[in-house]
């Protein structure tokens, strides 16, 4: 939709984010609310973070709610990051 080019799934390190957009070296992790609430989730995606910011990448998290209910919100988000 927003013509940028990306790659889904793709190994970064040793993890595997779900959005990549390598030209601006950006991550987008999309969060399901259920999976991605506890607090050992909330531990996990810190590390995740930390390792990728090492890395050089910038990370941007929007929960599977707000993609579902504000499509519009998520791809200014994107947008503003690249």
Do not use: M
């Amino acid at each position: 939709d927003l013509g940028i080019k990306f790659k889904a799934n793709i190994k970064v390190g040793l993890l595997v984010p779900d959005v990549v957009i390598e030209h601006s070296r950006l991550i987008v992790e999309c969060d399901g609310d259920y999976w991605h609430s506890s607090l050992e989730s909330k531990r996990r995606s810190k590390w995740r973070d930390k390792q990728l910011k090492q890395l050089g990448y910038k990370v941007l998290h929007l929960w599977g709610s707000e993609i579902t209910k504000n499509l519009e919100s998520c791809k200014r988000k994107i947008l503003s990051k690249v």
